[in-house]
């Protein structure tokens, strides 16, 4: 069919490195309804030379790129728009180094923390190692679309931010830039579910591990806060450290997190709403919900979407936030092809329409 | 915008009866991304007055007509294209015979179980008491698309197959038409997810009740069994019975048939395969998986898909078969949307094509 | 049998009120397996006449009383040693009313909300009517074991606290009585299995409307609030108002409590965790783990155990402290029955030794 | 104190090599609680040095032994009256066969499937090696109680049966070994939990890939169905070769066997349940339910008891029967300590009285 094949050709030609992961997955299933993207490229290392069936049985009924190894590939030769990294961290940085260095025209949406930190002492401190890639990192644009979207659209090599960092900046980077709350009082307390942690072979996250339970891990000390150090101190314009903890939950998908603050001066709990009611007012994936209304997980799922609510507290001048949002969408694949619309020029909303799958 | 205002009178003009509960949902979800259909209406008679946000909170950032009562509709003076009727057993007869006989041009596609058994004597057999509306249970058309393609195209009133039947035929009926199995010994033990019990609040469905184990129910005489027999009957040219036993699963979308028959004389499995693979070959909503590959719920979740495997069993002439689909596309709101498309001339796929949510 | 019915004279004789609820059924549990005690009465207003096994089968295998409605008993011709109370609130207060009015020699264990706060005019602000038993409320001791042990043991009327505050007390009452923290700076992010809402058939608790996912509820103003000021308050010798927050979890038993607090003065989070390891080093039923381990749930399932974490929050000074029980056990039955073996005379940990039940 | 270490001198000593999986921590609990048996010995091999505690947080309150090296024991010197082997298959014959060799004294129950098939042929055909302990094999019993206990008293090594097997056995032996069911007729569809599959870090077991679905696995070549050929072809007085399906679901615990019988001759369903409800009369961890009604395997759920249910299926002539047991009690550990209870001479029930832990 001549008009197929043409169309196909008007498509742009994506790539996505680390598809036997979870994030890949999700990659694969928005990509493949996306209607200006096309899937040229997946790879997988330890699968190379089998199927995405394979390796995902959802996508038995679709016709996609055989797995290949990275190092297969002649980049100079591929045709790609745009690359999507959905590496493990570390691996990341020499990966996209040497993608960039033969094909500088790609673009590239890195869904590792590896280029999510500015400032790389703050990197190394974190990290335990000097960034391998100094000079993309000083290149790279952090992309949370609703504070950067601007820097994005014209971005090379996008940053996608990490799932608990959404959730959170999403919720208070308004307030926080307004200086409408005490930001040396903010705790974080974070829910997450179990896509969250990947999907590599670990005893610690074995069915019977985690189901029927709950428990705080990485308590005082999470890598996560780098992020939120840094997107949270840029926002006020003054150094801002928050207390946060992470918890796994028997779930699959879905962050929660629930973010205790002071309003600043007379600033009521109502007053920090109405501010949030507006400025996200027409963003297409942030919805704040009626005053006193708290979000659920489970009404984001497979969406893109992030629902915030705020309630009062019982103790006057503080408020109570939830904001909810999909880890492996909003939190990881749909915010990086939220990303790739922005940067190849399409719709910022194409290809991620769908309506949150509940029950 | 007077072009979209344009745009949106060419659409399709929908109803959904019964709004409400999972199978309401679940049309909402995929008619609210169906290029050629409008929500113009939604009834949801205990919540009546209250906006769809307010039953289901993932409709939160789309607009929706607020939920009426049945009982507020003018029938003649609506301009609807076709209902979907997702109201209990034995109200809908009543509600249906009532909407047609106001607006005979409107067309129908019943999702409960009260059009599905054309003997009425069957009928009030397992319903226990006689058909109220038995003219149109004439004319109605048993809605499983793949068997009964040509003769929905041209109904008005279409009766949406049950989940766990969707499932068991989809495996079982091209093998019982071509007498390669022995009709007799056909034995069906479902799993199903816990939507399938729909969203009445009854204690044996808490949370508690149900999670963390797995039971078998209606053992011996559940309703289904009703329009199994009336189909595998149908395709036989002979009388069937098959021994039907579902269960309850901790999860809460899927079905999982394991089916277990004999091949008919020298017939065996990897032949059965061949059939149902050739079968099946350009259907786009069944994927039969590679010999020896048996199917997972997870893997068609949220999308229209039915997975179906086939295994030799150790017993010689014996096969295992396993048939996976989501009880609440597939085996509801799905299959209504593909039998929708049929009804009113659209592609069979619109609106049909998500890929499956994993994990 | 003379023997084993000589044995079983010597039994106290309890009595379960609300037997076909979660608490009631695991106060069975506990009770078939206690060397002191033989169930003597089980009631269940609408399943009376009923046995034990038709509201729980796993008691199918025991033989136990009939269920009975409460105002079919003489109470004073009962020979009961104590009763359990797992009934509502409100109708609770006047039951034991009735019950010690008739038979004022029988020893009771609350296990509703009724006689927990001493303070009446609280209770009729957080309950919204005057309470019913006014003299009995005087005499009512509050049964958190590990606080006020030595008035458990003659008390006639015992309140067993909340699921929530026993987690939330156990953790903060010795720091806070011993002036280590500031009370003024007490973050409680509770989260609790679906048991604790109970058997009620409620839409909001079937399956598939809180699996996969998690929110927050009664955010603001839930009724443990006044139960938590109650006994800080008195801990602290001066008012204590703390934030409290609690959430639902896709999973049957447990409580974490993640509590963020502030040490007082140079006091370090190491220091608190001593302080802890100290108050509970001969608590049977209290167990602190090393500095930096945060609990689990799912390791105190089905056990009486509490199990408490400390760990270090990055911001100076503050300490993120977790708290994990079985809403069930020690959260409800577990304690009522620890109560009973002091009320009795009973070795207190008789009857609860299981070990945690995990995977 | 003199008195408590006399009671302790009195106890059995117990080792269990093994510890760190899930079999070894049921075994843990149950063995901590046994009045007549002492934990003396706990080894692990990846794990020797560390604490039980460490690899099971639920033990934390409880005095046990160090994980040790099962090569670091001098076994000739131990004082062990009786092992638990909980080890994988293959490993485990070597080392019971030097155990014994240098301990002969010391009885043995073996959890894995290393002695379980008395046929050496079967054994290298369905594991594919020989045995590698072909005289200990010939010594072995098979320690399904229910079926062989005369001679479990007076064995020195038991093969503890697998937990599929165990529960299709109680519900079929009793039926085939009276004639009364149809042998070449026999399907058993069965579902497991998780914890069946053990504790290695398999990707396919991670919470994410097994929750919210259901799948077959094993279909047609499941090694168990060894153990039935045997038991069944044993009680049938001449080969048997039954169809058997395993199955995982999202849950920790349980297996339930629905099971497709046809009775013989005139034999009505109510005929086959009065015979298995006289069988079991007097058993203490079968119970048969009431005609019609099917078990649930969260009412066994943490306990040593089998639930038996039978219904009518509407094809007459034949039966369905349900059975329920907890894999990891009666699957497992609880059988394991049943079989030491006859082996050392203790009542069959000491330590394996726990209720059912539901919800």
Not at 55 to 79: C, N, R, Y
Not at 120 to 133: C, I, K, P, S
Not at 136 to 155: F, P
């Amino acid at each position: 069919m001549p008009d197929s094949l043409e169309a196909k050709s008007t498509k742009a030609k994506i790539g996505v490195l680390g598809a036997s992961g979870y994030t890949g997955a999700e990659l694969g299933r928005l990509l493949l309804r996306h209607p200006g993207a096309e899937i040229a490229l997946l790879t997988a290392d330890r699968r190379a030379g089998q199927e995405m069936r394979d390796v995902f049985p959802q996508f038995a009924p679709f016709g996609l790129p055989k797995l290949v190894s990275i190092e297969s590939i002649d980049w100079a030769g591929t045709a790609l728009d745009l690359i999507f990294c959905a590496l493990p961290h570390g691996t990341t940085q020499k990966v996209i180094k040497n993608v960039l260095g033969k094909a500088p025209a790609i673009k590239v949406v890195d869904l590792s923390a590896d280029f999510r930190l500015a400032d790389l002492d703050a990197y190394a401190r974190w990290y335990g190692h000097a960034h391998q890639a100094a000079e993309l990192q000083r290149e790279a644009v952090y992309g949370l679309v609703e504070v950067h979207r601007d820097r994005i659209k014209t971005a090379r090599l996008v940053a996608n931010p990490g799932c608990y960092t959404t959730c959170a900046q999403l919720a208070l980077i308004p307030l926080i830039a307004a200086k409408a709350i005490d930001p040396d009082e903010i705790v974080i307390d974070a829910k997450s579910g179990m896509t969250g942690a990947g999907r590599a072979a670990k005893e610690e996250m074995l069915f019977s591990e985690v189901s029927e339970g709950i428990h705080a891990y990485g308590v005082g000390h999470h890598r996560h806060m780098a992020e939120l150090d840094q997107e949270f101190t840029l926002a006020a314009g003054r150094e801002v450290v928050v207390t946060f903890t992470p918890h796994l939950v028997p779930m699959n998908r879905g962050i929660l997190s629930t973010i205790y603050v002071r309003g600043q001066g007379e600033l009521r709990p109502e007053d920090l709403h109405v501010m949030l009611l507006k400025h996200y007012m027409n963003e297409p994936f942030v919805h704040v919900l009626p005053f006193g209304t708290m979000p659920q997980t489970r009404h984001v799922r497979g969406s893109n979407m992030t629902f915030i609510g705020m309630t009062r507290d019982r103790i006057a001048g503080r408020a109570i936030i939830g904001a909810a949002l999909d880890n492996l969408v909003k939190g990881a694949a749909g915010q990086a092809v939220q990303n790739m619309n922005l940067m190849l020029g399409f719709p910022e909303v194409m290809g991620l329409e769908q309506v949150a799958l509940f029950p």
